[in-house]
């Protein structure tokens, strides 16, 4: 399986402007939809995402 950096360079972007924009969910729901599988290094990269956003330091927007 080729492996990929997409999800964590879209957690990162995420993470660097403090929003999850639809544009970046989408884009990491597709990367998971077509790797068909999430590596270990994807999942912690997701898992430090929701953790952000419960501590309230990242803010889901509906708009960019």
């Known amino acids: 399986m080729k492996t990929t950096r997409r999800i964590r360079q879209l957690v990162e972007q ?3 402007i403090k929003k999850l924009t639809p544009e970046i969910e989408n884009a990491i729901n597709y990367e998971m939809t077509r790797m068909g599988y999430i590596s270990d290094v994807d999942y912690e990269a ?5 953790s952000e956003m419960d501590a ?3 803010k889901l927007v509906a708009n960019p």
Do not use: N
């Not at 997701?46 to 929701?50: A, D, F, G, Q």
């Open 14 to 16: 995420a993470l660097h």
């Open 56 to 58: 309230g330091r990242i």
């Open 46 to 50: 997701l898992e430090l995402l929701m």
